[in-house]
Structures are given as C-alpha cells and as structure tokens.
C-alpha cells in the first residue's frame, strides 16, 4: 500500500528528475509545460474568439446550396454551358473561403504560440472539401 505523503512523493519526483541529463530534461520540461497548459481553464481573448467565429463561419446557405445542386449537376453531366460558368464562379469563391480560414487558423496559432497542426488538433477541426 502506498503510503507516501504529497510532500514525499514530490521529493522521489525530483530526486528522479536530478539524474536526467540537460536534454531528458528538457523533454520532461516540455512535457510538464504541456500538461500545465492543459490543466488551465480555457479564457479566450476578444481577439481568439472573433477569429473562432471567422474559422468557424462557412458559405451562406443559399450559395452552398446551389453549388451542391450545380456540383451534382456536373457530377451527373446535365449541366449547361451557364450554369457551369456559374459552378466556376462559386468554385472560386469557395476555395477563397478556405484561403481566408486557413489564414484564420494561422493567425490564431500565431496569438496561441503553437503550430497549425496544433491549433488543427485543439480545435479538432475536419477539413472542408470544395470539389467541383
């Protein structure tokens, strides 16, 4: 049975800790940092929560539902010459949101001081598929 008091079991942490060389150290360092971080309560900025809603925002309705109709159109070959004009145009406009929300999640990575595959996995973000 394990006996030892918070103090002790402190003092066995840090004698363990003492042995390490400069880099386990610093990988243990690293490690406790992380766990740290996860510990804390989650306080957005203004600034973090307006980028939130801009990563978060996706087409108005009304356009991502044409360009599924004109996506499925083209899919099953029964488009026209207009509406494939049209399917180009909302292509182009899709793919500029996705530009504009991984320039978001980029900035956000910058406030935060963690990389894209970080804020990706934080956020626990699935990637959107414009195909046309």
Not at 65 to 86: A, H, P, W
């Amino acid at each position: 049975m394990n006996t030892l008091t918070h103090g002790q079991q402190l003092d066995k942490i840090y004698q363990s800790l003492a042995i390490l060389n400069v880099i386990e150290l610093d990988q243990v360092m690293q490690e406790i940092i992380d766990l740290r971080r996860k510990k804390l309560p989650t306080v957005l900025t203004h600034n973090e929560t307006e980028l939130l809603k801009k990563i978060n925002a996706s087409a108005p309705s009304v356009i991502q539902k044409r360009y599924n109709f004109l996506v499925k159109k083209k899919t099953n070959e029964i488009i026209d010459e207009d509406e494939y004009q049209e399917l180009l145009e909302l292509t182009s406009y899709m793919e500029n949101l996705g530009i504009k929300r991984l320039e978001y999640l980029l900035e956000f990575g910058k406030l935060k001081n963690i990389s894209l595959d970080e804020v990706i996995e934080q956020l626990q973000l699935k990637p959107r598929l414009y195909v046309a």
